[in-house]
């Protein structure tokens, strides 16, 4: 769905790290409210997002009836989504809603009763539940299902990557957590060049910090994921080495059809970019 019609607008991995999660923390919490204690906004905002995360697309007053039976109950906590999702004024000062944060979208139409908006976790939304939220494996599992639509590649693939790399899939909180893995250090720990990948990646969608759409986004994601399976979680004090041998690595993409087709597309990519970079280097060499 295109960000004009979420109601919010949202920007690249970049964004997210730079500005999204840091902004995100100071208005609703660097820390599960189950592990620290904050404010009672950051609280309930944690509250609904975790209720988004685990049953997905859900009206205003779909969000209340997921913990309450009362019906005037569920329009008082109605009111109070509505005050999170679009934000408030108070004392002539304007408060940032989680529409406006961009960790919400706008996702359709309910017309089971009256026509009522639809919302569920935007790409960056997904990214604070998993960086913040604390949520276990088991939560983690019902987002992905919940989400398979919004990032095919990787929620959509979840069951066959979990069957592949098991516990390897939960690296997406590295993402969450702002590690882009576009730092020079990288190439000093995988003989695979990760780190001209996860660059070229960063190049590919740097025209998008501000505004992108949400296929684009979800693509960029996926791509870091596949990218930093090759990259160690456990160090030998000699030698570089994969967290996933190569053969495994290779069995994941090869595996699948779609997703070889889809990954080496985007290998393709870096390589045209880096020969022409080269073939410019070149340029410069003294006759």
């Known amino acids: 769905m295109p960000s004009n019609e979420q109601g919010t607008v949202y920007g690249n991995l970049h964004a997210y790290k730079m500005f999204t999660r840091p ?7 660097a820390y599960s409210f189950r592990k620290k204690s904050g404010t009672k906004h950051h609280e309930n ?3 609904l997002l975790e209720i988004l995360a685990l049953n997905g697309t859900l009206t205003t007053w779909g969000m ?8 005037s109950a569920i329009r008082t906590k109605e009111k109070e989504n509505r005050r999170l999702l679009v934000g408030r004024m108070a004392r002539g000062k304007h408060t940032i809603g989680l529409l406006e944060s961009g960790l919400v979208v706008k996702d359709g139409k309910s017309f089971a009763k ?23 494996d ?13 990032l095919p590649m990787v929620f959509g693939k979840w069951d066959y990557l979990k069957s592949n790399v098991g516990n390897e899939v ?19 720990i995988s003989n695979f060049p990760v780190y001209e990948l996860m660059t070229y990646l960063n190049v ?28 160690p979680t456990k160090f030998r004090t000699t030698g570089k080495h994969s967290s996933l041998e190569v053969k495994q690595w290779k069995k ?6 779609l997703i070889k087709t889809w990954y080496y597309d985007f290998v393709n990519e870096a390589i045209r970019f880096y020969n022409n970079r080269f073939t410019k280097l070149k340029k410069l060499e003294k006759k």
């Open 23 to 29: 902004t995100a923390q100071r208005l609703f919490g």
């Open 45 to 47: 905002s944690q509250r």
């Open 64 to 71: 209340a009836k997921t913990h309450i039976n009362s019906s």
């Open 114 to 136: 009256a026509p009522a908006d639809q919302y569920r976790l935007s790409l960056h939304g997904v990214l604070y539940c998993l960086d913040v939220l604390d949520l276990s």
């Open 138 to 150: 088991k939560q983690i599992d019902t987002m992905a299902e919940k989400y398979s639509s919004v």
């Open 170 to 188: 939960y690296k997406l909180k590295n993402l969450a957590s702002g590690l882009f893995m576009d730092n020079v250090q990288i190439s000093k």
């Open 204 to 231: 590919k969608y740097q025209q998008n910090f501000e505004q992108i759409e949400e296929e684009d986004l979800a693509n960029q994601i996926s791509i870091w994921f596949y990218t930093n399976l090759l990259v």
């Open 252 to 257: 994941i993409i090869h595996g699948n059809d």
